[in-house]
């Protein structure tokens, strides 16, 4: 008779059979905790790979900002006031969202944080700030100037107006 290997899960320490195909794999039970063992585990090690050192820099080498607002609590104050003017704040946030789909993500942030800035939080109100940063204003032509040599020489008689002082005395 074939003895079957028992292993113990990493973080839990519990004793279980492994599935043969995947034996070598299984190292974390479905538990909870045992889970966020794995989630932090797996990413530690591919933290650990030189080629992912600097995922998280930005070009200067600082860590990037997440994009949206700076301050969390003017978003959900947003939220709140959106409330109370009985308008729909997750209509107007997947419509945010889905603005930073067509525009770049440094322009949308730009466009939230000054509708911060005006308490105006209506994403009509963003598409609107995107929609006029994007479009392209014409350069202002030469000045044109007419000279009084250029205009026609024309003569006008003086208007007769004797009919109006005629119609009010009698």
């Known amino acids: 008779m074939k003895r079957i290997a028992k292993m113990k899960y990493r973080h839990c320490r519990r004793i279980f059979v492994p599935d043969p195909p995947n ?10 905790p045992s889970r966020k063992a794995s989630k932090a585990a797996s990413q530690k090690k591919w933290l650990s790979k030189p080629e992912n050192k600097d995922h998280f820099k930005g070009p200067s080498g600082t860590k990037t900002k997440s994009q949206g607002p700076e301050d969390i609590h003017a978003f959900f104050e947003s939220v709140r ?8 704040p997750f209509h107007h946030i997947r419509q945010i969202v889905a603005l930073a789909e067509i525009y ?7 466009a939230i944080e000054d509708a911060f800035h005006f308490k105006a939080f209506s994403c009509d ?4 700030l995107l929609e006029r940063r994007s479009r392209k204003v014409k350069e202002p032509g030469a000045l044109h100037l007419t ?4 205009l026609l020489d024309l003569t006008i008689n003086k208007p007769d107006l004797s009919i109006y002082d005629m ?3 009698k």
Do not use: I, L
């Not at 006031?81 to 729909?88: A, D, G, I, S, V």
């Not at 109100?125 to 609107?128: L, P």
């Open 23 to 32: 034996r070598d794999r299984q190292k974390y039970c479905s538990r909870s």
């Open 81 to 88: 006031q959106m409330e109370q003017r009985r308008m729909n």
């Open 104 to 110: 770049a993500p440094e322009e949308v942030t730009r």
């Open 125 to 128: 109100y963003n598409a609107n």
């Open 147 to 150: 000279r009084s040599s250029d």
């Open 167 to 169: 119609g009010g005395e």
